[in-house]
Structure formats: structure tokens, C-alpha cells
């Protein structure tokens, strides 16, 4: 038996979505930018899938850009912000140490070009320190990035509560909402930012697209410059087969939620949670417990080393993972973890878990049966080998 | 049986897994990211870098096992980085693949395997282990293939290392570990050997001691037997017993180093037949049998990896040292180096060279 429990990390495509694909590549061949029969075509479901898209974060179509994933969203929010808002003298950057590496990286980019980048930490609870965001944002700021959902801890951050701030300092606000599309109801107007990031394979959707969107009547330079697609904001043939598939994805994912498909997947995340706690010692769940995206826990195994225990789960068919991977796939220190003041080592004796929509509780069981179990045997080699140690 | 194989992504180690493999075990490989492979041009690394952990992930799908990369650095400047450094800079020339093997792959990774049930630890060395039903213990022996022999490396061996480590390559030779590599369809089956220091794969040791340890100046004299100074040396890291190259002097006779002496930033320098020495004391003794002998032994010893082991005494001193007196002198005893002891084909033992 394999298990599956590392959705943030990706999703397999949605049956239906795989159809999509399929059909795309088939049926709508044409260049949406083609004049003839073909191409309308595919411009026709290049409309049907943004219409999707943006039906299920409460948009309007002509709002949404397709890229080629969350990374490339970040990077054209940040980037694009920054080139137009810096030459007027907005040269502030402010974030969390708790983004993804496409914000963090890309932010520390930019700071080598000049911008005046501000890391805001987060509490132990997983949530920024809102004071001291707030505080950083000022007049001078071209850009707030702070994401929706934490990646590794799934704890949602209070993006609409700095929403009013940034528009009163001229600052756009972005949100990396790639963890929380499809796992909670997200509407743009409702956070009142100017920039969201998503990607459609974290909701079941493929690999290698994503979207951002754009408040209307946002200005944003423009990062792939070429042709005039995406109302000029990103150039390049669109990859229909796979924005087809996203759309799928979209109204998918906008079912489940109105329809309350996930509450299912939350009771087994919190049956994990609970099991995990109950049964093994020296565990505790890291983020609150509160205000999390239904599907994630972290928790910390205290006296172990979290690559040995995936590694074991592994071989047990039990696919986890930690929240940070470099590399050649080794884990190194979570740097989230680290950026919420947790000590060192549970950077180092953290696994993630995270459901999906067909997650089992039979599933869950058989992961509450081996975990102890490996766990134990874990801890006493480790504390052989500690002794042994000269 | 689960047997967890240390995989370099090298030919030798690939061939071990694949022959474990073939004969059935539950083979789990495993593989050792040692550095930073994003780190800057600084970065080090040839054997294990990015592109060989590659090479044995592509080993294990084309294998069909379960291949992991464990995250190793901490533990590899630790255990072997380090002290390497601190060696060379105390006049020392090391040999760090001693404490890799035996610190991290049969000590750190055998602990993980264990927690991966794992009932043994295999490796790509050309050596081999037996267990001797008369004296009930494990024997390590030389690997099959002369030339290739890697038992040199691995005396620092316990016995309960032993009981756990398998050398599905020992009994082969280079020729026949490569001919195996293509028959199981290996892509490593032509990649050459790796270098002997790993981490340093432009070989530029001095400028890597420097790197690791930045000091303003290390120049010092070199002098002759008698004291006289005959020379300028620009740090003792730079060189080592036996060297003869670089040491820019115009002397009549060809100069070797025959001493370092990092306190005083003194070299001296002699002529070839200066540079032998009949004895030699080790310390840090591993005795593989767990007990030292009673008294006297006549074994081999070889003073460094390419050195034909010659007859030799070896007498431990009731502690963890050992005297060792050659039958005839040896060129080049060094510092730091390891003095391995052979009964006939196998290794008995070794230390460290003081």
C-alpha cells in the first residue's frame, strides 16, 4: 500500500482534469492568437478556463494572467511592482520570513538592485507579527508580499487586515495564496489585495501553470516581454492544454467547497493530529491550531531526526515530507520553522502531513499504526548511538 | 534480507547494489550529500557532488530500489573537513577517508540503516569480510583485486561493524566490477575513478587549508639536517615528508622534506637517504580481533595507501599505542598518515602514524 499524504508539495491531476488535458491537446490545437477557426478555438477554452479561474477566487476573467506556476506569479508580482514603483522613489519591499523561496528569493534579488527589503518574523503560532508589519509599511513602500496559507505549517495569515494600510500608502499588496486556493474560500475582493499568486497543480490540477491576478487598473511592467497575449501582460503562446486543465481544477475546487467536500479531510487531519499526540510522546503540532488550512499538520518529534523518520515512513509506503527540500532533495532546517522562533532543533525534527481530497481514513489508520512504532525504534538508536559517542 | 548500500555514484558502489540486488536482498541505497552544492565557486566536492548523487539515483530506478540522499554536511565537516584542516596545518598530512568510512559510513549511516531496518551495511570497497568459525570472529581481508585493495582504508573497523558490513565488490576485479556495470546496464560503467581527496577535486590542497583557515603568514626557513638555513618556505601546510618538488632550492644534491615543524614554521630538508626510518610509533591502535596481541607480532605494514606493506614488528605498548620497527628502512614515514598491519591477506589492525 502507498500513502499518499504530501499534497503541498503536489496534487495528482483530478481525472476530469486529466481528461481536459487530453481534449486540449486533441480538439484545441490552434494558437489562440490565430485568426482562422482553429484558433478561435482554442481561445475559446483559454476563455472557458479563465472564466474558471476566476469564478474561484471571486474575480473578473479579464483579471487573470496564465503563467507557468506560483513561482513565476511571485516573481512577476514582485519584480513587476518594484520596476514600476521604484523609479517614483518607492523602493520598500516588505515581507515574512515565513514566504516560500519564490518570495524570499526573489525579494533578496531585488535588494541587490537597490530595493530596501524589510522581513517581518512570525510568532510561534505560525502568524506574522502584524505589529511589526504594519509598522515597517510606510509611505516609501512599493510592495507588501505576504502569503495567504504557510506552506509547511498551513497556518493562514490576516492578509485583509493590512489591506486598507497599503492602499493608504500607495503600496500594492500582494498575496502568495498558492497554498490556500482550493483548500479555503478565497474571494480578492474580500482580502482587498492588488496581487494574487496560484498554481494549479497544488489543487489537483497539472504541473507548470499557474495564475496571477492583477487588480484591474493595476499597472505592472510586464517580466516576459514578446507577442501580445494575456492583454499584453505576458507573452508567449499560451499552454492551453494545461490552462484547460486548471480551469477543470477551478470549478473542481469551487464544488468542493461550497459543496463542504473538505470537511471530510479536515476531521482526518485532525484525527492524525490527535492520534499522533496521543499515542507518541515528545510530539507537539507546530503553528496554532486554529486558522489553519484544512488538510496540513506539522508536527515535531522530539529526539529525532526528521529525514530518517521520512525515509522510514517511506519504506512503509507512507509518502510525508519536511517543509523544506534543497537541492539534490536532502532536507535542510526549515527556514520557516526557524523564522517563528522554534528552536533549532525543531527545524530539524519537523514533518509535515498533508491531506488531500481522497485521503482515507483507513489511510490515516495505518499511518497512526506504523508511526509509533517507527518513532520508538528511531529514539532508541539514536540514544544508543549518543552513548556510544566518545 | 534489507541491506542499506552507501552509494557514491561511483562505479564500485553502483556494481555492489546492483549485485545485491540481483541476488535478491531488499536493497535500500543510500547516498551522502557532504557539501553545500550550491555554495559558491568555494564550493568543494568532486566524488558525491550533485552530479553523482545523480548518477546513483539513476542507478537505483534503473535497479528498481529505493534510492535516499541524506543530508550529511554537518556531520562530514565535523568528523572529516575539520580535522583534515587542522592536520595539514599541525604539519600532518591526513588521510580523511579513514574517518569518513568509519565515522559516517559505518557509524552514522549504519545507525540510520538500522532504523531502516536494514540487518547490513554494503559498500563499493575492494576488500572483503569472513567470519571465522574457529576464533568466532570477523576477519577483514585484503580485496581480491591487488591493485585496488581498499582494505588499507577501513582498519579503524570494529568487530561489530564488521558483523554488519558486506563487500559485494572485494572478491572482483576492476575489470570485472566494470564488465558487470555493463551487463547490468549501467550508465556509471565507463566513469572514471575518483580522486583521492574528494573534497579537493582540482587537488589544490594547500589553497584549500588556506581557504578553510586564513592566516596572514606561514612562510618560514628551510633548513638542513645541521640546522643551517638553506631555503624560504611559504607554509608548512604546503608540503609534505618526502617531497621534493617546490621547494625552489639550488642545492647540488635533490633535497627531500624529512621533517615539519609548524610551531617554529621550520621545514628541514635531506638527501634521499636520510629520508629512510626503520620505526615508527602509532597511536589510536585499532585492533580488529578487539584485543591487541600478547606481545611481539611479526606482521606487515603499510605506511600509506600506494605502499607495498613490508615486513615489519609490531609491538603493542598495553595501551592504545603501538610500536612499529621495519625490517628494512621505509622512505617517507608521515605524520598523519595511517600504518595498517597485514597478516598475509589480512588486515590485523592499524593507527595512526605519530
Known sequence: MRIYLDYNATAPAAPEVQDAVARAMREDFGNPSSVHAFGQQAKAALDEARGQVAALIGADPAEIVFTSGGTESDNFAIRGAFETLAPAGSRRI???????????????????????????????DGVVDIEALT????????????????????????????????RQHGALLHTDAVQAVG???????????????????????????????????VRLISQATGGRQERNRRGGTENVPAIAG????????????????????????????????????????????????????????????????????????????????????????????????????????????????????????????????????????????????? | MRVVVAMSGGVDSSVAAGLLAEAGHDVVGLSMQLYDQRASP??????????????????ALALGFP???????????????????????SGRTPIPCVQCNSDLKFQTLAERAEGFGAAAVATGHYARVVFDEDGRRYRLLRGVDADKDQSYFLFSLTQDQLAHALFPVGHLSKA?????????????????????????PDGDTAGFVERQLPVADRSGDIVDSSGRVVGQHR??????????????????????????????????????????????????????????????????????????????????????????????????????QAVVFYDGEECVGGGWID
Open chain 2, 176 to 200: 570485472d566490477v566494470r564488465a558487470h556495470a555493463t551487463r547490468l546496464g549501467l550508465g556509471v560503467a565507463g566513469k572514471p575513478d575518483s580522486h583521492e581527496i574528494c573534497f579537493i
Open chain 1, 183 to 217: 483548500k479555503i474560500p478565497v474571494s480578492v475582493r474580500a482580502l482587498g489585495v492588488d496581487l494574487l499568486a496560484m498554481s494549479a497543480h497544488k489543487f489537483s490540477g497539472p504541473k507548470g501553470v499557474g495564475a496571477i491576478w492583477i487588480r484591474r487598473g
Open chain 2, 235 to 336: 607554509g608548512v601546510h604546503r608540503l609534505t615528508i618526502g617531497q621534493r618538488k617546490g621547494l625552489g632550492l639550488s642545492t647540488g644534491t635533490p633535497m627531500y622534506v624529512l621533517k615539519l615543524d609548524p610551531a617554529e614554521s621550520r621545514v628541514t630538508v635531506g638527501p634521499r637517504d636520510e629520508l629512510g626510518r626503520r620505526d615508527l610509533t602509532a597511536s589510536q591502535v585499532n585492533w580488529i580481533a578487539g584485543a591487541p596481541p600478547p606481545g611481539p607480532r611479526p606482521l606487515t605494514a603499510r605506511i600509506r595507501h600506494r605502499h607495498h606493506d613490508a615486513p615489519a614488528t609490531v609491538t603493542p605498548d598495553g595501551g592504545t599505542n603501538a610500536c612499529v620497527e621495519f625490517a628494512s628502512p621505509q622512505m617517507a614515514i608521515t605524520p598523519g
Open chain 1, 94 to 124: 516588505v515581507t515574512t520570513g515565513i514566504e516560500h523561496e519564490a518570495v524570499l528569493n526573489t525579494v533578496k534579488a531585488l535588494a541587490a538592485r537597490g530595493a530596501d527589503v524589510v522581513t517581518v518574523p512570525a510568532g510561534r
Open chain 1, 246 to 390: 486548471m480551469g477543470v481544477a477551478s470549478r473542481l475546487a469551487r464544488e468542493a467547497l461550497s459543496g463542504g467536500h473538505l470537511d471530510a479531510m479536515r476531521v482526518l487531519r485532525d484525527r492524525l493530529e490527535a492520534g499522533v499526540l496521543e499515542t507518541i510522546e515528545g510530539t507537539v503540532v507546530n503553528g496554532a491550531a486554529d486558522g489553519r488550512v484544512p488538510n496540513t499538520t506539522n508536527i515535531s518529534f522530539d529526539g529525532i531526526e526528521a529525514e530518517s523518520l521520512l525515509i522510514a515512513l517511506d519504506l512503509e509506503g507512507v509518502a510525508v515530507s519536511t517543509g523544506s527540500a534543497c537541492s539534490s532533495g536532502t532536507l535542510e532546517p526549515s527556514h520557516v520553522l526557524k523564522a517563528m522562533g522554534l528552536p533549532q532543533a525543531f527545524a530539524r525534527n519537523s514533518l509535515r502531513f498533508s491531506l488531500g481530497p481522497s485521503t482515507t481514513a483507513a489511510e490515516i489508520a495505518f499511518v497512526l499504526d506504523v508511526l509509533p512504532r517507527l518513532v520508538s525504534k528511531l529514539r532508541r538508536l539514536g540514544r544508543t548511538a549518543a552513548a556510544l559517542r566518545p
Open chain 1, 135 to 166: 509598522a515597517a509599511i510606510t509611505p516609501e513602500t512599493a510592495l507588501v508580499s505576504l502569503m495567504l496559507a504557510n506552506n509547511e505549517v498551513g497556518t493562514i495569515q490576516p492578509v485583509d487586515v493590512i489591506a486598507a494600510q497599503c
Open chain 2, 67 to 89: 534510492h535516499y540522499i541524506l543530508n550529511f554536511e554537518r556531520e562530514f565537516r565535523a568528523t572529516v573537513v575539520d580535522r583534515f584542516v587542522s592536520e595539514y596545518a
Open chain 2, 42 to 59: 568555494e564550493a568543494f566536492g568532486s566524488c558525491c557532488s550533485l552530479d553523482d548523487l545523480q548518477d546513483a539515483r539513476r542507478v
